[in-house]
């Protein structure tokens, strides 16, 4: 595979992450606000509403999310940055039963999803973006990354269930298990000091 390289998502590379979301899956109903919005905000809005809120958040910044780009063309997304400001997490019950830290700690990242064009599938730019997104928390003053991946060590899980990334791709990036707070879910850290 030609060069592959990560950026943040700025306002310059709006149409870049477009390409992203639209390449296949639920990114483009989703434009990657699931995590953002509450419940009731998520089921009125529609998928243009979705799009007009990402792009107020990356125009206000600092940017929510990493892009992939193999050679100049973007192929993943993965959106990263401070729980708190993930509002969603505040109800998971998958972060409320598993995660050990304060959910108000702003020094405490989340990985919450990612997208990967369908046609960029199986190769490898998970791995890349998990580093990439935790450089951006160490050099967001993070003191730890979390992640609530889906637990694919020993079941086979569907392609729907992707979006969170799975337990084997962020253990062999070094993560570690904190929890197991459902069957099909694990929560995951790593000390960005």
């Not at 998928?47 to 973007?74: F, M, N, Q, T, W």
């Not at 020993?154 to 062999?172: M, P, Q, R, Y």
Request: hydrophobic letters at 35%; glycine letters at 8%.
């Amino acid at each position: 595979m030609e060069g592959i390289f990560t950026r943040p998502a700025t306002v310059g590379r709006w149409h870049d992450l477009q390409d992203v979301l639209n390449g296949g899956g639920d990114g483009k109903s989703c434009q990657c606000m699931w995590p953002v919005m509450q419940g009731a905000r998520w089921r009125e809005c529609s998928v243009e509403e979705r799009k007009s809120a990402l792009h107020d958040e990356i125009a206000s910044g600092p940017a929510p999310g990493i892009i992939a780009y193999v050679g100049d063309i973007p192929a993943g997304w993965v959106r990263v940055g401070p729980r708190p400001h993930q509002r969603r997490l505040q109800r998971s019950r998958i972060v409320k039963a598993g995660s050990k830290e304060p959910f108000e700690e702003t020094s405490v990242w989340a990985i919450t999803c990612f997208s990967i064009r369908r046609e960029y599938r199986r190769k490898g730019l998970t791995a890349i973006l998990i580093r990439a997104a935790v450089e951006y928390a160490k050099d967001g003053h993070a003191r730890s990354i979390e992640a609530y991946p889906i637990d694919n060590r020993e079941a086979k899980v569907s392609n729907a269930s992707l979006f969170v990334g799975t337990a084997t791709t962020f253990l062999d990036q070094g993560f570690t298990i904190v929890s197991h707070p459902t069957p099909t879910r694990i929560v995951v850290s790593m000390a960005c000091e």
